[in-house]
C-alpha cells in the first residue's frame, strides 16, 4: 500500500511539473526580455537623434523610455514634443498602402526609387487613436515575440496621444507587451492601449 502511495505521489508530483514548466519556461523568457531593455537610461536629444542599436540590443531610444514618458513629455504640447523628438509622421503619411500600391515602383529622375504610393483605406496604427508617433527599435526578444511567433522581433513604435489642449496626455508602444514590466509604476500612469 506504502508503494501504491509513493508511485502516486511521484506520478502527482511529475504531472505538476508538466503544467507549471511551459508557465515557468515563459516566465523565464519574458524576464530575459525585460532585463534585455534594461537599464533605463536619463534622456538625452543627441542620442535619440542618433537612435543607435547596441550589438543585438535595444536602441538608445528604448532605453530613454521611462525617463522620456515620466520626467521629459509630461506639461509638452505638440510643438514642444516634436522640437525634441523630431517631426512625427501626419496621418496622411501613414496611409495605409494597398497590394496594388506595393505592385507599383518607379523611380524619380535621378534614378532613386519613389516611395510607395498610398491609397489604402485608413491609417497604420489608427486602432490606437495617436497624434505623434516614432519609431524606436525592435522588440527586445529571447526566441519568440510577443504573439509568440519565433524569431520574429516585430518594429516597436512609440505611440503619443495629445489632450484637447494638444499637451502630452498618454503614451503606448505597439510591438511588444513587455513595457510594463520596463518601465514601473510610475510610467505606467500614463500608459494607454487607447485615448
Not at 21 to 44: K, T
Not at 82 to 110: A, C, F, I, W, Y
Request: glycine fraction near 8%; charge should be negative.
Amino acid at each position: 500500500m506504502r508503494a501504491l502511495l509513493c508511485k502516486w505521489q511521484l506520478f502527482g508530483a511529475a504531472a505538476l511539473l508538466l503544467v507549471l514548466l511551459p508557465w515557468l519556461c515563459m516566465a523565464i523568457i519574458n524576464q530575459r526580455a525585460v532585463l534585455h531593455y534594461g537599464p533605463q537610461i536619463e534622456f538625452d536629444p543627441g542620442n535619440w537623434a542618433r537612435n543607435r542599436e547596441d550589438d543585438d540590443g535595444p536602441t538608445d531610444r528604448q532605453k530613454m523610455v521611462r525617463d522620456l514618458v515620466v520626467r521629459i513629455l509630461p506639461g509638452k504640447t505638440r510643438t514642444g514634443i516634436e522640437e525634441l523628438l523630431g517631426p512625427s509622421p501626419t496621418h496622411q503619411e501613414m496611409r495605409r498602402h494597398t497590394q496594388q500600391d506595393r505592385e507599383v515602383r518607379e523611380k524619380d529622375e535621378n534614378g532613386n526609387w519613389k516611395p510607395y504610393p498610398r491609397t489604402g483605406e485608413g491609417y497604420y496604427y489608427d486602432e490606437f487613436d495617436w497624434d505623434l508617433l516614432y519609431d524606436i527599435g525592435f522588440e527586445q526578444i529571447f526566441i519568440t515575440d510577443h504573439r509568440g511567433l519565433a524569431f520574429s522581433p516585430d518594429d516597436e513604435v512609440l505611440l503619443i496621444r495629445l489632450d484637447e489642449r494638444d499637451g502630452f496626455s498618454s503614451w503606448y508602444i505597439d510591438g511588444s507587451t513587455r513595457w510594463p514590466k520596463v518601465v514601473g509604476k510610475q510610467a505606467m500612469e500614463t500608459f494607454r492601449v487607447n485615448r
